[in-house]
């Protein structure tokens, strides 16, 4: 059981390029979460994914796509990557039990540099 | 609008005291849920507690509670008798339960526990 991976770790963008980030869970959650860390923001809310095929715009979307390739998987897409986009990505599903949340579990996150 | 507030950018509390953290919320649904985070400064999140908002107690794990007043709108953490491995940023976060799962969090407090 991996809980919730995130591919790449690391990753140096040159201005105008594009980049997909990889998160996938094996706890057969149904909710998925794309949020950015900068510091003195806390994390913000790109998409979100209450299930398979249905995607959210989250408070900060601009600049971002998102696909919900299955139940496990959940990208994020930057097609054209500016230097304000530079930021920790993290990667989270959610547990609901019994009509209650539970507990986001999150991704090790991804440090995004784009020069 | 579901919206999070922590208003303590920093802390700066001794060893073995009590702290407590400030988190108030907004949102006109009654069904609702309110989450802590602690990211330590080699950045993973880790759960420590939750609580719904039909919850009759407030919830307790460990050293942690958090004391939730839902008239005033607050979900306050507390930690009992800290220790230097406390030191850490916490996010508070609130997610709607029936609409889509959205989780949004708060911009953090950095705690600091002197020896």
């Known amino acids: 059981n991996a809980g919730v991976t995130q591919t790449p770790k690391f990753q140096v963008l040159k201005t105008g390029q594009s980049m997909t980030l990889q998160c996938a869970q094996d706890m057969n959650h149904n909710s998925m979460y794309w949020y950015r860390q900068d510091p003195g923001m806390g994390l913000r809310l790109i998409y979100y994914?209450?299930?398979?095929?249905?995607?959210d715009k989250g408070e900060v979307p601009n600049g971002y796509n998102v696909s919900r390739l299955n139940k496990r998987e959940f990208s994020l897409r930057l097609e054209s990557a500016a230097p304000s986009q530079t930021s920790v990505y993290f990667c989270?599903?959610?547990?609901?039990?019994?009509?209650?949340?539970?507990?986001?579990?999150f991704g090790p996150g991804t440090r995004l540099t784009v020069l | 609008a579901q919206k999070i507030t922590q208003t303590q950018p920093g802390m700066f509390v001794q060893e073995k005291e009590a702290v407590t953290l400030d988190c108030t919320y907004d949102?006109?649904?009654?069904?609702?849920?309110l989450f802590w985070y602690k990211q330590p400064s080699s950045g993973e999140m880790i759960f420590l507690i939750y609580q719904g908002s039909y919850d009759q107690q407030n919830a307790t794990e460990g050293r942690y509670s958090l004391n939730f007043q839902k008239a005033r709108k607050s979900a306050n953490l507390v930690i009992s008798a800290s220790q230097l491995g406390d030191s850490a940023m916490y996010f508070c976060a609130m997610g709607i339960m029936n609409r889509d799962d959205k989780i949004i969090f708060g911009k953090g407090t950095r705690l600091h526990i002197l020896p």
């Open positions: 994914s209450a299930s398979e095929g249905t995607t």
């Open positions: 949102t006109s649904d009654p069904s609702y849920g």
């Open positions: 989270a599903s959610l547990v609901v039990s019994s009509g209650s949340y539970n507990e986001q579990f």
